[in-house]
């Protein structure tokens, strides 16, 4: 099956008529809009999904794409899945999205997240050195690598020390670090991008931004009486997701990889947050929002600001979408979503049977 997809992307000479890319953690925010941007630009796109009893394929069919990738379930744990999908792809560009990816979380499960957002990105680099050593290579590295700076003013860059304060960010340093090794050690083409804070309408609803814009909608429609939150003076760099991915893309089309920091370059507060999304809604925050320390982190970052200067000057990416407009964005998608819930509309997540238009690729596949 997967080499019929192989000889579809040659033409009569045997050269290639169509770049095929391989994206794990295809059903998370990023994935699916670098999914979108992928076939927009003509590549053969390849994801990974977890293989579990309900898929989760709400955001691949929320962009209209579902039907258009090509499925392949992975497990980061587990280097023959992660071989297969590699045979199967035959991908000249892999996006290593796929991750434990809560601060939060990674409290509670150090050692899973160890292992699929760190040891995995070896798995991946290790089967491509192996399998096919001219595939370019990504790493979604993260800001919280830099860990706390105790500067608020201070714009991180590629230079500055990473001191990471969360397993996840531990995690993410070493896939980072590891990135760096085999690109120097086997001359592997492999880039890290350390992106910071990137929201949209699509962002899993246990992150503080879609947090506060699904709760402010629910509020503003009844549905929902208060919203509790940790740490409000938190402040992070927030950019627009689907710009940030075109980031990841710019990276692997230079000559020779490298790592580039990408940020908005403006650092605002969970506080500011709340005040924009419940001012959208016509609401007045401090009437609805409690705060409770059991959703303070064992260890917290209290500052994360970027400096994308080398992005913008050496891949020519900028931030377009500013901090109140990204609120704005997210406040409305979310009302727009509960208003729809409201006249009796029921999405493609509450419902367990996906359309079977999904080409599925599996080793079940080639018996
Ligand atoms: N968004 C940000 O602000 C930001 C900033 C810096 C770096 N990053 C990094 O960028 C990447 C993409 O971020 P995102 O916001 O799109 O994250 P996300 O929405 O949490 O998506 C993570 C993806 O990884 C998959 N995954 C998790 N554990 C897995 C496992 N054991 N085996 C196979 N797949 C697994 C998830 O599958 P399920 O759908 O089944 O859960 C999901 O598709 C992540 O590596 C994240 O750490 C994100």
Redesign the pocket.
Known sequence: MWQEDAEKRLDSEGDRLKKAALI????????AYLARLLLEKGYEVYG???R?STP?FWRLESLGIFGETSLIP????DTSSIMEAVRIANPDEVY???????VEASFEQPI?TAD??GV?VTRFLETIRQMKPDTRFYQ?????MFGSTGNYAMALSEKDILNPQSP?AAA?LYGHVITRIYRDAYDLYASSGV?????SPL??LE?VTRKISNAVAKIKLGLQKELVLGNLDAKRDWGY?PE?VEAMWLMLQREKPDDYVVASGEAHSVREFVVKAFEIAGLDWQNYVVTDKRFLRPLDVDCLLGNPSKAKAQLGWSPRTRFQDLVEIMVKEDLRRWERWLAGERFSWDAPNYPSEARILTRAVRM
């Open positions: 794990t953690g295809i059903t998370g925010q990023d994935g990974t999904y977890r579990v989760n992975v497990e980061l744990a290593n999205l796929g991750a434990q990816s809560f899973a699929v957002s995995a979604a590295s993260t800001s919280e996840y993410k992106l910071f804070n990137h929201e962002r899993g992150f997701a940030y």
